[in-house]
């Protein structure tokens, strides 16, 4: 399973989500979702699919929800996971720093660098 790296200073990788996994769709949020309707939104579906009260029966589901909730709850963890995702999908921050530009796919990738007649 491919981890997302965000190098430090130490060289060390210090992070330990999987960027290529929709944490988001476990908890059945939208991205833009807050702080509390993440902390809600987990709360309801521990309650729903704890082991205890599941008869065991969904430990899977449980330990994905619990999974995206410590990725999700930490806006710093939740930052690097977004831009992991971006980048995944071909997204690059535009030069301005205000918000991001898909990535040309396919043979018009370079169509910006050959001018207006190009």
């Avoid at 290529?20 to 987990?42: E, P, V």
């Avoid at 008869?55 to 930052?79: P, W």
Wanted: neutral net charge; aromatic residues 14%.
């Amino acid at each position: 399973m491919p981890r997302a790296t965000f190098y430090g200073g130490s060289g060390k990788q210090d992070t330990d989500f999987d960027e290529t996994h929709d944490y988001y769709k476990d908890l059945g949020l939208k991205k833009d979702a807050s702080k509390d309707t993440i902390k809600n939104q987990y709360y309801k579906l521990c309650y729903e699919y704890h082991p205890d009260r599941a008869s065991g029966a969904h430990q899977d589901k449980f330990k994905e929800i619990t999974a995206a909730y410590e990725v999700l709850k930490n806006e710093e963890r939740r930052k690097r996971y977004d831009q992991a995702r971006l980048d995944l999908q071909g997204y690059k921050p535009r030069e301005d720093g205000q918000g991001y530009r898909e990535q040309p796919k396919g043979p018009q990738k370079d169509w910006w660098t050959r001018g207006a007649d190009g």
